[in-house]
């Protein structure tokens, strides 16, 4: 058990997948593992174990933004000595061609601000997805029928954001989407030595204002947990 987290030794899988929101984390855990059990309910944050295809794997959730998202990967890591981790969530679509339900294959974060900025002081480090996992979300989002994009993301550390300045210049440099933890789960896996990636829904779109209905969320988002999945045992 940790702080932020319930679950004994042996219950958190080698490979963890990271929905923001807990109650995706159950959504994807009954509807894509056998036998899944819950592990963790630690301040609400949901995670559970189960199997697929034969594979264990843990979903957990993770909450909104990086400060939060750091908390259960370093534990994660530190404490349970997860080795994949891949965040499945949601973004803001950025550029014309990437439309709301297309997935998004996060190859590096931009971000302004990160809780590990302060090591790295003047020094503007670069996050970036490990490369075996992006190549096999790829393989597999080919033979999905969602429409995929891979390339750069901006990992925000604010939802309402009021730097319209800033946003025009993710969109002129090619950001495909902008969400609010992937940043620093790259940071963290570089740290550690852990694989990462980020597979994203896009659920609206800042240039359309074009926008998901909460009801019609879950089923579009269950092509990036197929794509996490076949991506973290390829």
């Not at 509807?31 to 995670?47: A, I, Q, S, W």
């Not at 199997?51 to 259960?72: C, D, E, F």
């Not at 809780?115 to 989002?141: H, M, T, Y």
């Not at 995929?148 to 604010?158: L, N």
Request: aromatic fraction near 8%; glycine fraction near 10%; charged fraction near 20%.
């Amino acid at each position: 058990m940790t702080i932020h987290i319930g679950a004994q030794k042996g219950e958190i899988a080698e490979t963890v997948l990271l929905p923001g929101d807990p109650y995706r984390a159950k959504w994807a855990a009954e509807t894509f593992l056998e036998n899944p059990r819950l592990v963790n309910e630690v301040r609400g944050m949901l995670g559970y174990t189960g199997t697929w295809k034969g594979n264990a794997v843990t979903i957990q959730g993770s909450g909104m933004g990086m400060p939060s998202l750091s908390i259960y990967v370093n534990e994660l890591i530190r404490d349970y000595d997860a080795k994949t981790l891949i965040r499945i969530g949601s973004c803001g679509g950025m550029q014309e061609k990437v439309k709301v339900r297309d997935v998004i294959l996060a190859m590096a974060a931009t971000t302004t601000s990160s809780p590990s900025r302060g090591i790295f002081r003047e020094v503007n480090f670069a996050p970036c997805a490990d490369w075996s996992l992006l190549q096999a979300a790829a393989k597999a989002a080919a033979g999905n029928d969602a429409n995929t994009h891979i390339g750069g993301i901006y990992s925000s550390d604010v939802f309402y954001d009021e730097r319209p300045d800033l946003n025009e210049q993710m969109v002129r440099h090619g950001i495909l989407g902008v969400e609010m933890e992937a940043a620093e789960l790259y940071t963290l896996a570089a740290r550690y030595g852990r694989r990462a990636l980020a597979v994203l829904t896009v659920s609206d779109h800042l240039l359309t204002g074009e926008a998901l209905p909460s009801d019609q969320r879950e089923s579009s988002f269950g092509d990036m947990v197929e794509i996490a999945l076949e991506a973290a045992f390829a």
